[in-house]
Structure formats: structure tokens, C-alpha cells
């Protein structure tokens, strides 16, 4: 099991960027596949974007492609999302998850989870 806490939510303007970290603890971080997920007021945990343990790869939902970047730095063992171009319907609590899965974009297959950080968009 590996320790996630995260950091740097909170509230932005609309058009506004943000950056969410989350440092892990642990044996075998660098080997994980980490990713982001989010949930909204109402709404489904929904994923976000993910990187393999290299770095090597990415993979994005659909809504947030060309606004925000995911990103780690192993040495730090931290992983980060990079949020640009925030909308209002970006609002939501932001978790990072670590999973030992090559690829994985199901938040069933994660196995630690972080305790979210909020993340609220408005003017």
C-alpha cells in the first residue's frame, strides 16, 4: 500500500489555472500507474487523466484534453495536474490514485486513493 496526499486545491475564476499535487509514500512508486479522478456535486467519480510509472504515456478524458497536463516527478515522488482554462464544470473534489495495472482508466482498478482535494471554479 502506498500513501497518497495531495495538495494545492482551492478557488479559481473562470479562464484561471491551478495546480493539484499529490506526494506518495511508499515501496514501488515509481513502478505505479498513478491518474486522477474527480467528483462533482451530484455526480459519478469520473476519470481524469493518468500516467504510467515511466511517464512515458498519458491518457486523458475527453473534456479536459488540451487544458490540463498530467505530469510526475519520481524523483519526488510526487504527481501532479496541471489545470488550465477552468470552466465552472471543472468544479469538483480532485483525488490521485495509484494502481500497480499498466494502464488504467476504471476507478475500480486503483487501489490507494488520496483524500481528495477541492477544487471550485467560479467567478
Known amino acids: 500500500q502506498v500513501q497518497l496526499v495531495e495538495s494545492g486545491g482551492g478557488l479559481v475564476q473562470p479562464g484561471g489555472s491551478l495546480n493539484v499535487s499529490c506526494t506518495t509514500v511508499g515501496d514501488y512508486v515509481t513502478s505505479y500507474t498513478m491518474a486522477w479522478f474527480r467528483q462533482a456535486p451530484g455526480k459519478e467519480r469520473e476519470f481524469v487523466a493518468t500516467?504510467?510509472?515511466?511517464?512515458?504515456?498519458?491518457i486523458y478524458t475527453d473534456s479536459v484534453k488540451g487544458r490540463f497536463t498530467i505530469s510526475r516527478d519520481n524523483g519526488k515522488n510526487t504527481v501532479s495536474l496541471q489545470m488550465n482554462s477552468l470552466k465552472p464544470e471543472d468544479t469538483a473534489v480532485y483525488y490521485c490514485?495509484?494502481?500497480?495495472?499498466?494502464?488504467?482508466?476504471?476507478?475500480?482498478?486503483?487501489?490507494?486513493w488520496g483524500q481528495g482535494t477541492q477544487v471550485t471554479v467560479s467567478s
Open positions: 490514485a495509484a494502481t500497480r495495472l499498466v494502464v488504467a482508466t476504471k476507478s475500480g482498478l486503483y487501489d490507494d
Open positions: 500516467i504510467t510509472g515511466s511517464g512515458a504515456s498519458t
